[in-house]
């Protein structure tokens, strides 16, 4: 077992990990990290292509207010369009 030297609390400890300026896709199969330009209403997840809304509580601190609907809609209807050709393919 290794020696704590620093003897950091939990939350110190946590606090190192902590990403300021960048937030986490809200697609529950990709949760890729997003790190949106200072001040930018839109981000968009490279990973999975949904688009969010922003909000900046501080000019380094973004959150993410929603989804952009139109965009996000779009997608899961390719999505669900795909699994119906699928599905009749079989």
């Known amino acids: 077992m290794a020696i704590d030297t620093e003897k950091l609390s939990g939350a110190e400890s946590l ?6 300026g960048k937030v986490r896709c ?5 949760m890729g ?3 949106p330009r200072s001040g930018d209403d839109h981000v968009k997840c490279p990973t999975c292509g949904m688009e ?3 909000v900046w509580v501080r000019p380094d601190f973004p959150r993410i207010r929603g989804p952009v609907w139109d965009v996000n809609r779009r997608l899961a209807q390719e999505v669900l ?4 050709a699928k599905k009749e393919g079989k």
Do not use: E, M
């Open 81 to 84: 369009a795909k699994k119906a």
């Open 52 to 54: 969010y809304r922003l």
């Open 26 to 30: 809200h697609n529950p199969s990709c």
């Open 15 to 20: 606090r190192k990990t902590r990403t300021y």
């Open 33 to 35: 990290r997003l790190q």
